[in-house]
């Protein structure tokens, strides 16, 4: 239930455990003749139930005191106390941050923060109490990744800020969870850039926020941000990408209209007024628009927001150079031609914040409003060109004429730095998607713009990109037949990226060096780099021989290239390593890396193991069919073969709580494109009536698979005319 009140917690333990709950211990005392213990707590604050949390373990601790005295542990298992101070120093660090920004104190004496070794969710944001996967809060200085690290503070970053937003005030009712997760996902990005600014958390919020909320919203199995629900499996299915990362985009846009002052004051006015208690999100935009009247140019809050929450998906911008100087910028749907259109309450129209610059106006807060079909404003004398969207603030796609677009395309060939790291990721993430819905943005344009990536040194932007090209190579690689092509390719891009970065770790490395090295080389190895694959064997043949440990940063690139073409019994040795390894964030490499290799049959065993829970944790036993099903299509076939064959057990385990099920069916039945395939899949799920949670993951794979298959009919000549036409084989 979301509503609140207050609670007493007692609990009977042996007298070896320590018992936690939402608020301190008042008292203990003995409990019957077994030698038992009662643990009585404090009345907790009002809040919800489904807040409330108990435990009981034999964790040890450590601590530490903020500013405003407010005592947080870190708890975990015994031998991992040693991997603790981190998420401690984070914690007092984005607590007293919280208060400062919010101007409201937290309201509880302590905040308990607990590794669980076998945890279902990522982490739970408890009053008091927080949970966490032992992937989301230990780190080890001398095993633990980068990428890691940024998880640790950004997954402490986004349930703190529930403390406040969520648990001090909650929503009325589970159709308005966007808010909760929204406000949540997009906090964990701003309070984890301020605590760790060498992290480029903006950059971070840009690939993986906005990149993949718009994918995820871009099929007609989507949902509008506000939907109803009404059932356990409606409400398990809200739990997904629009939620979370289309809710943080829209609250960041909100934030971006509005200025931090404003912004923040209204945040501060509704937590305020609205505390220990039940809200809106129309309560939300009436103390927001009463902060929002001292805008230049006020707004109506609930109107401007309905238009991104009230509709599912979001509107291409198309921007157009007209004579003397007038600009033209209209908005329509984003959709695959063809597709049937779901209504809508509002038409497909949103009020869209347009920022852009042009060679004349450098600034990136040129500003107006298309809050109709088109609106057209008088740019400066001598204006060559203009880059929409700028900063990449706006959850819309945007395109040009074919003039604006060459000189864009050129720009990023020959000065790509007029354009800030973001907006070249936004280039080309727009491109790529753009290209396979417009007849005048030709499939050839993004490959052609993305030649520029040899020059870029923002690995954050490189890497991005190449998530965004892999809705067109992704789809030609899968045949084959222009793999070579695909290689040089890569490498022509990768080669000097790799001689910039250096092969292996320096002392002198950046936070984002260190962060992206391994996925430059694993990308690299991948495509047949040499130099790469040589050094992943030496480090690894170094590592089994003298037992040296690999460097936490390139452990996923080493034994992920290692195990591609690796024999059985290496494949033995890798997983009785993976099988004693402690740190679960060392697991998850090798776990990835034990999916990778190329021989399906070896897949198979590895199927097999996640039934197997003394094999694979059954929190990891989805994500390891994950990895398997996106190593290539024979793999992801032998994933589907599994799944059908053993539906009756993952439906029981995963069905009813979601827990990321969804995601996986609509990754496997989304990578089909042959016809027989897809046919397999519909007969398949007509025989079941009751998918629950995981209805729209199967849709939206169905959805993908489609479009896959005529993506390839339409565009795949074309597309490989272009890599044997400028990557010609001897």
Same mark, same amino acid.
């Given at each position: 239930?979301?509503?609140?009140?207050?609670?007493?917690?007692?609990?009977?333990?042996?007298?070896?455990?320590?018992?936690?709950?939402?608020?301190?211990?008042?008292?203990?005392?003995?409990?019957?003749?077994?030698? &038992?213990?009662?643990?009585?707590?404090?009345?907790?604050?009002?809040?919800?139930?489904?807040?409330?949390?108990?435990?009981?373990?034999?964790?040890t601790?450590?601590?530490t005191?903020?500013?405003?005295?407010?005592r947080?542990?870190?708890?975990?298992r015994?031998?991992?106390?040693?991997?603790?101070e981190?998420a401690?120093?984070c914690?007092?660090?984005?607590?007293e941050?919280?208060?400062?920004?919010?101007?409201? !104190?937290?309201?509880?004496?302590?905040?308990?923060?607990?590794?669980v070794?076998?945890?279902?969710s990522?982490?739970?944001e408890?009053?008091? &109490?927080i949970?966490?996967?032992?992937?989301?809060?230990?780190?080890?200085?001398?095993?633990?990744?980068?990428?890691?690290?940024?998880?640790?503070?950004s997954?402490?970053?986004?349930?703190?800020a529930?403390?406040w937003f969520g648990?001090?005030?909650? @929503?009325?009712?589970w159709?308005?969870?966007?808010?909760?997760?929204?406000?949540?996902?997009? @906090?964990?990005y701003?309070?984890s850039?301020v605590?760790?600014?060498?992290?480029?958390?903006?950059m971070?919020?840009?690939?993986?926020?906005?990149?993949?909320?718009l994918?995820?919203? *871009?099929?007609?199995?989507?949902? !509008?941000?506000s939907?109803?629900?009404?059932?356990?499996?409606?409400?398990?299915?809200?739990?997904?990408?629009?939620?979370y990362?289309?809710? /943080?985009?829209?609250?960041?846009?909100?934030?971006?209209?509005?200025?931090?002052?404003?912004?923040?004051?209204?945040?501060?006015?509704y937590?305020?007024?609205? =505390?220990?208690?039940?809200?809106?999100?129309?309560? &939300?935009?009436?103390?927001?628009?009463?902060?929002?009247?001292?805008? =230049?140019?006020?707004?109506?809050?609930?109107?401007?927001?309905?238009?991104?929450?009230?509709?599912?998906?979001?509107?291409?911008?198309?921007?157009?150079?007209?004579?003397?100087?007038?600009v033209?910028?209209?908005?329509s749907k984003?959709?695959? !031609?063809?597709?049937?259109?779901?209504?809508?309450?509002?038409?497909?129209?949103?009020?869209i914040?347009?920022?852009f610059?042009?060679?004349?106006?450098?600034?990136?807060?040129?500003?107006?409003?298309? *809050?109709?079909?088109?609106?057209?404003?008088?740019?400066?004398d001598?204006?060559?060109?203009?880059?929409?969207n700028?900063?990449?603030?706006?959850?819309?796609? #945007?395109?040009?004429?074919?003039?604006?677009?060459?000189k864009?395309?050129?720009?990023?060939?020959?000065?790509?730095?007029?354009?800030?790291?973001?907006?070249?990721?936004k280039?080309?993430?727009?491109?790529?998607?753009?290209?396979q819905?417009?007849?005048?943005?030709?499939?050839?344009?993004?490959l052609?713009?993305s030649?520029?990536?040899?020059?870029?040194?923002?690995?954050?932007?490189?890497?991005?990109?190449?998530?965004?090209?892999?809705r067109i190579?992704?789809?030609?690689?899968v045949? =084959?037949?222009?793999?070579?092509?695909?290689?040089s390719?890569?490498?022509?891009?990768?080669?000097?990226?790799?001689?910039?970065?250096?092969?292996?770790?320096?002392?002198?490395?950046?936070f984002?060096?260190?962060?992206?090295?391994?996925?430059?080389?694993?990308? /690299?190895?991948?495509?047949?780099?040499?130099?790469?694959v040589?050094?992943?064997?030496?480090?690894?043949?170094?590592?089994?021989?003298?037992?040296?440990?690999?460097?936490?940063?390139?452990?996923s690139?080493?034994?992920g290239?290692?195990?591609?073409?690796?024999?059985?019994?290496?494949?033995?040795?890798?997983?009785?390593?993976?099988?004693? =390894?402690?740190?679960?964030?060392?697991?998850?490499?090798?776990?990835?890396?034990?999916?990778?290799t190329?021989?399906?049959?070896?897949?198979?065993? %590895?199927l097999?193991?996640?039934?197997?829970?003394?094999?694979?944790?059954?929190q990891?036993?989805?994500? #390891?069919?994950?990895? $398997?099903?996106?190593?290539?299509?024979?793999?992801?076939?032998?994933?589907?073969?599994?799944?059908?064959e053993?539906?009756?057990?993952?439906?029981?385990?995963?069905?009813?709580?979601?827990?990321?099920?969804?995601?996986?069916?609509?990754s496997? $039945?989304?990578?089909f494109?042959?016809?027989?395939?897809?046919?397999?899949?519909?007969?398949?799920?007509?025989?079941?009536?009751?998918?629950?949670?995981?209805?729209r993951?199967?849709?939206?794979? %169905?959805?993908?698979?489609?479009?896959?298959?005529?993506? &390839?009919?339409?565009?795949?000549?074309?597309?490989?005319?272009?890599?044997?036409?400028?990557?010609p084989?001897?």
């Amino acid at each position: 239930s979301t509503q609140s009140t207050g609670f007493t917690i007692s609990i009977v333990r042996d007298t070896e455990h320590t018992a936690l709950s939402n608020m301190p211990k008042n008292r203990t005392e003995l409990y019957g003749s077994d030698g &038992l213990l009662q643990d009585t707590f404090e009345k907790s604050v009002k809040m919800s139930t489904y807040l409330v949390a108990f435990m009981v373990m034999d964790f040890t601790s450590r601590s530490t005191t903020t500013s405003s005295n407010v005592r947080i542990s870190v708890w975990s298992r015994a031998d991992t106390q040693n991997q603790t101070e981190y998420a401690l120093q984070c914690a007092k660090q984005l607590l007293e941050y919280y208060e400062e920004l919010f101007g409201i !104190p937290f309201p509880l004496p302590k905040q308990d923060l607990v590794a669980v070794p076998d945890f279902n969710s990522g982490a739970m944001e408890n009053w008091g &109490l927080i949970t966490y996967r032992e992937t989301s809060i230990l780190y080890d200085p001398h095993e633990t990744s980068n990428a890691f690290k940024r998880r640790v503070v950004s997954v402490i970053a986004h349930e703190l800020a529930h403390q406040w937003f969520g648990n001090l005030v909650t @929503m009325k009712w589970w159709n308005d969870l966007w808010l909760n997760e929204g406000f949540a996902s997009y @906090m964990e990005y701003v309070a984890s850039d301020v605590v760790k600014p060498e992290m480029g958390m903006q950059m971070y919020l840009q690939k993986n926020g906005m990149q993949r909320a718009l994918s995820a919203d *871009s099929f007609s199995n989507s949902h !509008p941000i506000s939907s109803e629900a009404n059932t356990p499996a409606s409400i398990a299915e809200m739990f997904d990408a629009i939620s979370y990362r289309k809710g /943080a985009c829209i609250i960041r846009m909100l934030n971006e209209v509005l200025g931090d002052k404003l912004f923040f004051e209204g945040i501060k006015s509704y937590l305020t007024k609205y =505390e220990y208690s039940n809200a809106k999100q129309d309560q &939300l935009y009436t103390a927001i628009n009463e902060t929002a009247k001292h805008m =230049e140019q006020a707004i109506d809050i609930g109107e401007f927001m309905g238009s991104w929450t009230l509709q599912m998906g979001y509107p291409v911008v198309k921007v157009e150079m007209l004579e003397n100087n007038i600009v033209r910028v209209s908005q329509s749907k984003y959709k695959f !031609p063809g597709e049937t259109e779901v209504e809508s309450p509002l038409g497909y129209k949103w009020h869209i914040p347009f920022w852009f610059q042009t060679n004349e106006e450098t600034g990136s807060n040129n500003f107006l409003w298309v *809050s109709k079909e088109q609106v057209e404003f008088k740019a400066r004398d001598n204006t060559q060109w203009v880059l929409g969207n700028s900063l990449a603030r706006g959850f819309y796609r #945007v395109t040009y004429d074919a003039e604006n677009w060459a000189k864009i395309i050129d720009l990023l060939h020959n000065s790509h730095t007029v354009f800030h790291e973001v907006d070249r990721m936004k280039i080309i993430d727009d491109l790529t998607s753009l290209s396979q819905i417009l007849e005048d943005v030709d499939i050839t344009m993004p490959l052609q713009a993305s030649l520029y990536l040899r020059n870029e040194e923002s690995l954050y932007a490189l890497t991005g990109c190449f998530t965004s090209l892999s809705r067109i190579i992704g789809k030609l690689a899968v045949l =084959e037949e222009y793999s070579d092509e695909i290689n040089s390719f890569f490498l022509h891009i990768l080669k000097p990226v790799v001689n910039r970065i250096g092969l292996e770790p320096k002392e002198d490395d950046s936070f984002k060096t260190g962060l992206f090295r391994g996925d430059v080389l694993s990308e /690299a190895a991948q495509h047949g780099y040499e130099p790469a694959v040589e050094l992943a064997h030496k480090l690894y043949n170094e590592h089994i021989t003298t037992g040296k440990s690999v460097d936490s940063n390139l452990y996923s690139f080493v034994y992920g290239t290692v195990a591609m073409n690796c024999t059985e019994e290496e494949w033995n040795i890798m997983f009785e390593e993976y099988s004693k =390894e402690t740190l679960q964030s060392k697991q998850r490499y090798l776990m990835k890396a034990l999916a990778s290799t190329f021989d399906v049959d070896i897949l198979k065993k %590895l199927l097999q193991y996640t039934m197997d829970e003394k094999k694979i944790r059954r929190q990891d036993a989805r994500i #390891v069919l994950m990895h $398997i099903s996106m190593g290539s299509y024979p793999a992801n076939y032998a994933t589907w073969d599994f799944l059908r064959e053993h539906w009756d057990f993952f439906y029981s385990e995963f069905g009813h709580t979601n827990a990321g099920f969804d995601l996986l069916l609509e990754s496997v $039945i989304g990578q089909f494109y042959k016809e027989d395939d897809i046919n397999e899949v519909n007969k398949f799920f007509n025989n079941k009536a009751d998918l629950g949670s995981v209805e729209r993951g199967v849709k939206k794979g %169905l959805e993908a698979a489609n479009h896959r298959r005529e993506w &390839l009919d339409k565009h795949k000549d074309n597309a490989g005319a272009w890599f044997r036409t400028n990557f010609p084989q001897d």
